[in-house]
């Protein structure tokens, strides 16, 4: 969990939030200094992949937040349930302690297929 937080505090701290422009579309980059809620998703997905953690284990979700903006989290597996590792809060919250309404997940074994929630 020290790593999940670490990272999690650090990519945070690390991207400046800005969303996308309309006219370029919603664009998923892991190389970035600024980016959305995607982004820092994927950024921190990396690092823990770097780090060791096993891919299969490392989701991005994709959810709606109380004013139904779209939002895209890192979700982790572990032995303590499934975690999400959200940019706009430092602290990790089990998936069912957030203020998120869930949509689809990708799935462990396939990162390009994804799940309804």
Partial sequence: RRTLQAVNASVNRS???VNDSPAQGDVWSADVTSGDCE???LIKRRQ???QGWPARSL???VARTRSG?????LVVKTS???LVLDNR???IRAWDKTDLSWEKIQSGDNPRLWFGI
């Fill in 15 to 17: 991207i400046k939030p």
């Fill in 39 to 41: 982004d820092f998703a």
């Fill in 89 to 91: 809060f430092s602290t």
């Fill in 69 to 73: 903006e779209g939002h895209a989290v």
């Fill in 48 to 50: 823990l992949v770097a």
């Fill in 59 to 61: 989701r991005i979700a």
């Fill in 80 to 82: 303590e349930g499934d």
